[in-house]
């Protein structure tokens, strides 16, 4: 593998399985095999998403990823599998089964890829049960969770135990948009809405309730990365620094600013607009961005390697976006790095 290989944090798989429904109340997902190559995902009898072998098929991914200088992928499951709506018990079912698939695909390229669980977050007690041999059953370097979750942000208290169990566990957490609670009165406006104005918000929101909250303070080795480059948090800190200054109740809540708990956080390249990169690498969290793509999805990042050199940045900050900040989000020992570049 080459010195210059990307390692992509934010892509997803899915299986081309899933299990059967264990009696839900809730829409339960089911792959609808419609060619060799081919599926849908549905949710209970409604289409969600149409697939194909990209999402689970690891030779058709290491062809993307040899044609667009990808060393890695980091796999995470398709973000409505997630399945927060469900009852956690049902969830823990069908989470056993997508973390074995995505152990599954590490195992057979341990080379070309690394993995993110879900763990059922709707029920904390029973999330941190689950994360307690997480590394022994699915060899994962962390988990994947919602930006919301049933409406509730990450950084509320219910939610304190997990991320204690996963700093302890030295698990990374990858926090990607889900059900945007922002746009979820006016998502008659039109269908992208949710995706294209609601997906940042909410992550800002999620990044922004960890540092108000405390998560950040309270967990000095905790690793974090929001996706989508963090949202709206760029345009967020100015005004949460401002109300640490003046707001009585948030400046008793944290001893240091906003700003600076923000440079802790990791965040993804996928952005697609180069000044907005170069300012997060440079300006917001330097050394704290990670490359990402959203690969296999219609929005995802085409040619990453391309869009991080448009950004205008240094060779170092350039390698720091390309594989470092991916390195340290990922704790991976110095001696394996080697394999991976």
């Given amino acids: 593998m080459s010195a ?59 062809e993307d990823m040899d044609r ?48 993110l669980a879900m763990v059922p977050m709707q029920e904390p007690d029973r999330a941190v049960r689950y994360l307690r041999d997480l590394k022994a059953r699915f060899g994962v370097d962390g988990i994947e969770i919602g930006s919301n979750i049933n409406g509730t942000l990450p950084g509320e208290d219910a939610f304190a135990p ?88 948030l400046r008793d809540r944290l001893t240091t600013a906003p700003s600076a708990q923000a440079r802790r956080l990791f965040y993804d390249s996928n952005v697609y607009e180069p000044g907005l990169l170069r300012h997060i690498a440079r300006d917001m969290a330097p050394g704290q961005v990670c490359a990402g793509t959203d690969y296999p999805y219609l929005i995802m990042q085409e040619d990453p390697a391309a869009f991080i050199a448009s950004a205008g940045l240094s060779a170092a900050e350039t390698e720091s976006v390309r594989a470092g900040a991916a390195i340290r989000f990922l704790d991976i020992a110095d001696e394996t790095i080697a394999s991976y570049r």
């Fill in 68 to 115: 667009d200088g990808v060393a890695i992928q980091l796999l995470s499951p398709m973000p409505e599998l997630l399945s927060y709506w469900q009852e956690a018990a049902h969830a823990e079912y069908l989470a056993d089964h997508v973390n074995a698939a995505i152990a599954e695909m590490v195992a057979r390229r341990p080379d070309r890829f690394r993995g």
């Fill in 162 to 249: 997990v991320f204690a169990a996963a700093e302890a566990g030295e698990l990374a957490v990858f926090i990607h948009a889900l059900h945007p609670v922002a746009t979820a009165n006016v998502m008659s406006h039109a269908p992208f809405f949710g995706p294209m104005v609601g997906f940042p918000l909410d992550v800002a929101m999620a990044g922004a309730s960890l540092i108000t909250g405390g998560v950040l303070e309270r967990h000095p080795r905790l690793r974090v990365a929001l996706s989508h480059g963090g949202g709206a948090m760029a345009s967020l800190i100015g005004r949460l620094d401002q109300g640490w200054r003046m707001v009585p109740d």
């Fill in 4 to 62: 210059s290989g990307l390692i992509d944090i934010h892509s997803h798989m899915t299986p081309r399985g899933l299990p059967a429904d264990p009696g839900s109340a809730a829409p339960w997902p089911c792959m609808r095999c419609e060619a060799a190559t081919r599926s849908t995902l549905m949710l209970g009898d409604k289409p969600f998403r149409e697939l194909d072998d990209r999402s689970w098929d690891v030779a058709r991914r290491c």
